[in-house]
C-alpha cells in the first residue's frame, strides 16, 4: 500500500470511531424521550425540534472546526510551532466570544426561530425548555469545534476521538441517568429529572468533554507548542493580517455550512407540519442518514490535515496525491 493511503487511514479511522458516536447520542437521546411516562411522538418532537435549533446555531460556525484544522495543518506543515500555538488560541477566543453572543441572545434567537418553525405548541415548548437549558453548554461546544480542529491539523486525530468519544459516551451515559434516575434497592439514589434531564446530560458532557481536552493539551502540547507563547503574543493575538485571513477563508465554509443546514432544517420544518408522529420518524429516519454522513466525514477530515500539511511543506506533488486518494477511498 502506498505511504499516503496509509497517512490517510491513519488519520481518518480514528475521526471514523469517534464519528459515529455522534448520532448515536441522538438516537439514544430519542430512546430515552419515547420511554419517558408521557406521550413518546411529543417528547421525541420536542428533542427533535430543540436539537435542530442547534444544528441551526452551531453548524454555522463549523468553520471553527475546519478553518482552525486547515491553518494548523499549515502550519505543521511549515514547522512553525509558535504559529501552531497562536492559531489554537486565536481560535478558542473567537469561540468564546461567539459562544458568550449566543448566550445573550438566546430568547431572541427562540422566540424568532418558532416564527419560521411550524409545530404544535406542546412540542414547541418541549423544545424551548429543551434549548434554554443546553444552551450553557455553547463556551464549551464552541471551544471543542476549535480545539478538535487544531488536534486534525496537528495530524492528532487520536485526540480528538478521545475528545469526541468522552463527550459522546459521557452524553449517553448522563441523558439516561439523568432523564430516568437511578434507584438501588427500592431506594432513589439519583432522582429522574425527566425530559429536562436529557438536555442536562448534554451540558454536562460537553464540560467534561472541554476539561478532558484541556488535560491532553497539558500533557501533550505544553512543551514544544504551548510554551512557545509568551504574554506579549497574547496582545497581538488579533492584529496584523492573520485574523482576517481566518475570516476571509471561513465566508465561503459558512456559506457551504448554511446550505447544508438549510437542507436539513428543511426537512425538519416540513415534517412537523404534518404532526407530531411524522415528526418523530422523521427524526429517526435523520439520524440514520447521518450516521452514514458522519462516517464519511472521516476521510474529509484526513483530506483538511493532509493538504494542509502538504501546503506548509510547499510539496505540490504530494498534495496532488493525497487530493487523488482522499476522493478515491470517499467514493
Not at 93 to 113: C, E, G, P, R, T
Not at 188 to 216: D, N, R
Request: proline fraction near 2%.
Amino acid at each position: 500500500m502506498k505511504q499516503i493511503n496509509k497517512d490517510i487511514l491513519k488519520l481518518a479511522l480514528p475521526s471514523i470511531l469517534a464519528n459515529i458516536t455522534v448520532p448515536l447520542v441522538g438516537m439514544v437521546d430519542i430512546a430515552v424521550a419515547g420511554h419517558l411516562d408521557s406521550d413518546a411522538a411529543m417528547l421525541i418532537g420536542g428533542i427533535a425540534i430543540g436539537t435542530m435549533l442547534f444544528d441551526l446555531l452551531y453548524w454555522n460556525f463549523g468553520f471553527l472546526r475546519i478553518g482552525t484544522g486547515g491553518l494548523a495543518a499549515q502550519a505543521y506543515g511549515a514547522g512553525d510551532r509558535k504559529e501552531c500555538a497562536k492559531i489554537l488560541s486565536r481560535a478558542v477566543s473567537i469561540a468564546l466570544a461567539i459562544s458568550l453572543f449566543l448566550l445573550l441572545i438566546q430568547w431572541v434567537f427562540v422566540k424568532a426561530a418558532f416564527l419560521v418553525v411550524d409545530c404544535t405548541p406542546q412540542v414547541q415548548q418541549l423544545a424551548s425548555r429543551y434549548f434554554l437549558i443546553r444552551i450553557w453548554a455553547a463556551p464549551a461546544a464552541l471551544a471543542l469545534m476549535a480545539l478538535k480542529g487544531w488536534f486534525i491539523g496537528m495530524q492528532d486525530t487520536v485526540s480528538s476521538m478521545i475528545a469526541d468519544v468522552t463527550v459522546n459516551g459521557m452524553n449517553i451515559l448522563l441523558s439516561i441517568v439523568l432523564a430516568l434516575g437511578v434507584t438501588v434497592k427500592g431506594v432513589s439514589v439519583i432522582p429522574a429529572f425527566g425530559f429536562e434531564g436529557v438536555a442536562a446530560g448534554t451540558v454536562a458532557a460537553q464540560w467534561i468533554g472541554l476539561a478532558t481536552v484541556a488535560c491532553i493539551l497539558a500533557v501533550k502540547y505544553r512543551k514544544g507548542i504551548l510554551d512557545q507563547l509568551d504574554r506579549s503574543d497574547f496582545k497581538t493575538l488579533f492584529k496584523g493580517g492573520e485574523t482576517r485571513r481566518f475570516f476571509n477563508m471561513n465566508i465561503d465554509l459558512f456559506i457551504r455550512s448554511a446550505c447544508m443546514i438549510a437542507v436539513y432544517i428543511g426537512f425538519t420544518t416540513i415534517s412537523a407540519r404534518y404532526g407530531d408522529l411524522l415528526l418523530a420518524v422523521s427524526s429517526i429516519l435523520m439520524k440514520l442518514l447521518l450516521l452514514f454522513s458522519y462516517f464519511t466525514d472521516g476521510f474529509a477530515y484526513a483530506g483538511e490535515a493532509l493538504t494542509g500539511r502538504f501546503i506548509g511543506e510547499k510539496n505540490h506533488s504530494m498534495l496532488c496525491q493525497t487530493i487523488k486518494w482522499t476522493f478515491i477511498w470517499s467514493m
